[in-house]
């Protein structure tokens, strides 16, 4: 058994075993390996390195109460990263090979699945990058695709107690640049707004919307939700955030098992008044319950600062338990990865 204090895991690199890694190089993929190396030698040239010619993924394999591992919709993961590199003009990885690479990480590393009700998961982080000689603005000559994966515990430390976050004045992304594709370059602009929150003691900041600053976005690395006090599930439209697995998730969730009215909609910072609870989803933060914001005029208090909402807690409950396997899933949302008892 792998010495892991499992119950009090962060979000934090910890070296497992084993990672998945493919080379591009003319026109091809070449067959993944798996390698315990977890250095990369590249070129110092690699479009990477220079102009952010990277991208990257995040999905969780859950530990079952039968001792099977769950995957939750890897195939949306899979998609999402092909259109994440056509927008940097990377090659796809295609699906297939996607699955097979996750899955082989899952395998090689399953001691390092957490146990069933510790609270924890293993996460995997796919990751593209451009490498190769080169020195102009211009797609990289080749390709790294490697998958690896970290036990984590909760991302922010509040799990499923409320806490706070702040309006920022900066933007992560563009109107119509990169932010709803899940590129490095999206998250190095959130460093110094995400670091100026958290020194002031808040869980990390709220974007608005790039354009005219009046709309919530999302927050550094999770969509936002609001319940409204008529019981409707709301969530940002916006062409410029990424759009979460785990808010699509919820949306068909709060519809057809909570019985909630759903939408995908504005989210005007002067109406916050219209919300009773609020809340963070993604896979690092699942759903992290949000107890105030300040913005630039007042703390807007929702449900509380201290108690999780009961309608958030029961879409955490649905959600957590789809995927560790306590709760039927919709069709499709469990992948069940392969290994032997
Ligand atoms: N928004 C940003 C900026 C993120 O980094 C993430 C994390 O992946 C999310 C939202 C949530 O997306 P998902 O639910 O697909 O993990
Ligand atoms: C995720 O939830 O998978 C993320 O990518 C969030 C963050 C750690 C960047």
């Not at 808040?202 to 976005?217: F, G, N, Q, V």
């Amino acid at each position: 058994m792998v010495a892991i204090d499992w119950d009090n895991l962060g979000f934090s690199y910890i070296k497992t075993p084993f990672r998945y890694l493919a080379h591009w190089k003319n026109g091809e993929w070449s067959e993944g390996q798996m390698t315990e190396d977890n250095v990369l030698h590249i070129s110092e040239g690699s479009t990477a390195l220079h102009y952010g010619q990277q991208c990257f993924e995040g999905l969780k394999a859950y530990r079952c109460q039968d001792g099977s591992i769950n995957l939750f919709r890897p195939t949306e993961n899979a998609k999402r990263f092909q259109v994440s590199a056509r927008r940097l003009m990377m090659p796809e990885v295609p699906e297939k090979m996607f699955l097979e690479a996750v899955e082989k990480v899952v395998k090689f590393n399953q001691d390092y699945v957490p146990p069933y009700e510790s609270g924890a998961t293993l996460y995997l982080r796919p990751l593209l990058i451009g490498v190769g000689d080169g020195i102009g603005v211009n797609p990289a000559p080749e390709y790294l695709f490697t998958v690896f994966c970290v036990p984590v515990g909760a991302y922010f430390k509040g799990g499923l107690k409320p806490t706070n976050f702040i309006v920022s004045d900066y933007d992560r992304a563009a109107p119509a640049g990169t932010g709803a594709v899940k590129v490095g370059g999206n998250y190095a602009a959130s460093l110094l707004p995400g670091k100026e929150a958290k020194s002031r003691d808040y869980s990390d900041c709220i974007y608005l919307d790039p354009a005219t600053h009046t709309k919530i976005e999302e927050v550094g690395a999770a969509n936002f939700f609001g319940i409204t006090k008529t019981g409707r599930f709301i969530t940002p439209i916006s062409p410029s955030i990424l759009p979460s697995i785990t808010k699509y998730s919820l949306l068909y969730l709060a519809e057809h098992r909570l019985g909630l009215e759903v939408e995908e909609g504005n989210v005007y910072l002067n109406d916050l008044n219209q919300f009773s609870e609020a809340g963070a989803c993604g896979t690092a933060a699942v759903i992290s319950p949000i107890g105030g914001i300040q913005t630039k005029d007042e703390f807007h208090v929702f449900y509380s600062e201290t108690e999780v909402g009961p309608v958030t807690q029961k879409l955490y409950d649905e959600l957590t338990g789809i995927q560790f396997g306590d709760v039927e899933a919709p069709e499709g949302w469990i992948v069940k990865v392969p290994i032997e008892a």
